[in-house]
Structures are given as structure tokens and as C-alpha cells.
């Protein structure tokens, strides 16, 4: 079974950075995609973006450029760099792992933009 945690969220000031982390254990295979979802109160939860792999990336909608991800495949770690953090991205932050049959999602993340 895989597990996913996510660290590295808190609150920051607009303006402002923060890099999130998603490790995964019990990973028995080579081919997955992590991503990152966030989900703001009383919105639906959607992709802030994705990476494979073998290192792949893919972005939601408008998210490209403010929102890097990054992996180190041999931890079985990605990373979610976020800039110019404004008080809309003020959500909780899930990370992803699929694989086949596997779907797992940590139990998130709270990021707060404060203005």
C-alpha cells in the first residue's frame, strides 16, 4: 500500500513563498504520477500540477509559472515550489499518487495568503 504525506505548508504574507513536500512509501513500481491538488473552502478540489515519473511535469490551468513541481525519484519525493503566493491560493494542498489500480492522497496540507 502506498502512503503519502505532505509537509511544508503554513501561513505566509502575500508576496510571499513557500515549498511544499509529498514523500511516498511502500512504492514498488517505476511508472506513477504524483501530483498536487488543492482545495479552497467551498470550491472544488483541482490540479495545481503533476509530474511523472521519469520527471514529466504538467500544470492546471493558470497555474503555470507560479506553481513549480520538481521530484527526486530517488526518494520518492516531489516538491511544489509556489511564488507570488496571493491570498487565492489560501487552501489545503493534497498530494497524489497513482499507479494502475493505486490512487492514494495524503491528508493534505493548509496553505494561508494572508493580504
Known amino acids: 500500500q502506498v502512503q503519502v504525506v505532505e509537509s511544508g505548508g503554513g501561513s505566509v504574507q502575500a508576496g510571499g513563498s513557500l515549498r511544499l513536500s509529498c514523500a511516498a512509501s511502500g512504492v514498488r513500481f517505476n511508472i506513477y504520477v504524483m501530483g498536487w491538488y488543492r482545495q479552497a473552502p467551498g470550491k472544488q478540489r483541482e490540479l495545481v500540477a503533476s509530474?511523472?515519473?521519469?520527471?514529466?511535469?504538467s500544470y492546471g490551468d493558470s497555474m503555470k509559472g507560479q506553481f513549480t513541481a520538481s521530484g527526486d525519484n530517488a526518494k520518492n519525493t516531489v516538491y511544489l515550489q509556489m511564488n507570488s503566493l496571493k491570498p487565492e491560493d489560501t487552501a489545503v494542498y493534497y498530494c497524489?499518487?497513482?499507479?494502475?489500480?493505486?490512487?492514494?492522497w495524503g491528508q493534505g496540507t493548509q496553505v494561508t495568503v494572508s493580504s
Open positions: 497524489n499518487f497513482r499507479s494502475g489500480h493505486i490512487n492514494s
Open positions: 509530474i511523472t515519473a521519469d520527471g514529466v511535469t
